[in-house]
């Protein structure tokens, strides 16, 4: 497999679910796109305007309870943030994403699903090198006890810390380096949480309304109530990471920097990179040294990028 060349999938791929928060069903086709075209959303139910909308940190017009983007005609799509974290933990550059409603899939609540569809179909290697976005100056954004921070790094390093008043999360901090299927093996299994209380005030206001214990862990003031469990014993920071590693992929290709976030969520993870692109000592544009790697073991999601 050739490390650092842009990649997009070798054939069209469906997916269906309901949304999580709509329930309602929806169909989602993954289908290849050409060097440099990034990841764009189209909604193919919508016939008056424009249905197009590039993935992209200008384009989040709300993040209350997911990370939601949208244009300027009103089309938008949300809960983006697992599909866009099996994107980049895969390193697929550049992808068209063809739905037919306003809620992308919710599957079982982690980045799993989407990581096996596109390994299904696998990738296909394009013509040009993968442009990276370099931190060049610390940046960072804080609100109400929950902060942020983007360093310096010539890897790609997503850090986190969570603190919650349940014995079964506490406090919990975890890093991982997307290099060598890190993603799949670390990040893509864990799952969305919330509490039982929250879930039954949502259905109330409308929302949720797809949520359940098949797509996330859902916890009382017992525990976990899930009859299988944790896939992880630290399952909730790992998740926290998947949504922040989605999030970031908004930025329009692969942050090289060292990403922290503490009591982080889909708001503050939009505003650092509000903060990163506010000026262009912040950041530059590097193309990464294409390599090709011998390891026996490279498959789709084995995102090995060799930085410059």
Not at 16 to 38: F, K, Q, W
Not at 184 to 201: P, S
Request: proline share 3%; charged share 20%.
């Amino acid at each position: 497999m050739i490390k650092n060349i842009q990649h997009t999938l070798q054939n069209k791929t469906t997916i269906r679910d309901i949304g999580l928060h709509s329930g309602v069903e929806v169909t989602m086709n993954l289908i290849p796109a050409e060097e440099n075209y990034g990841i764009v959303f189209v909604r193919t139910d919508l016939t008056q305007g424009d249905n197009v909308i590039p993935a992209r940190w200008n384009n989040v017009v709300d993040t209350q309870l997911c990370t939601v983007i949208g244009n300027d005609d009103g089309a938008q799509v949300g809960t983006i943030e697992h599909l866009m974290s099996a994107l980049r933990g895969c390193g697929v550059d550049n992808l068209i994403v063809e739905i037919n409603g306003a809620e992308v899939p919710a599957m079982d609540g982690s980045a799993m699903p989407f990581v096996e569809a596109i390994e299904k179909v696998g990738l296909k290697a394009q013509n040009l090198p993968k442009r990276a976005i370099r931190v060049l100056k610390e940046v960072c954004v804080e609100d109400n006890g929950k902060r942020v921070t983007l360093k310096p790094d010539e890897a790609c390093v997503f850090a986190g810390e969570i603190e919650f008043d349940h014995k079964d999360i506490g406090r919990q901090r975890f890093e991982t380096q997307l290099v060598n299927g890190n993603f799949k093996h670390d990040i893509a299994q864990a799952r969305t949480f919330g509490f039982l209380h929250e879930v039954e005030y949502m259905r109330s206001q409308g929302l949720g309304l797809g949520g359940s214990l098949d797509n996330a862990i859902i916890l009382d003031t017992h525990g976990v109530i899930n009859p299988d469990g944790l896939r992880f014993s630290n399952e909730f920071i790992r998740h926290k990471l998947l949504d922040a590693i989605g999030d970031l992929y908004l930025a329009g290709g692969h942050i090289l920097g060292l990403y922290d976030g503490v009591k982080a969520g889909h708001a503050i993870n939009n505003a650092i990179l509000h903060a990163l692109f506010s000026s262009d000592e912040n950041w530059e544009y590097v193309d990464l040294p294409i390599a090709e790697d011998h390891s026996a073991h490279a498959v789709a999601c084995e995102d090995a990028m060799i930085t410059a």
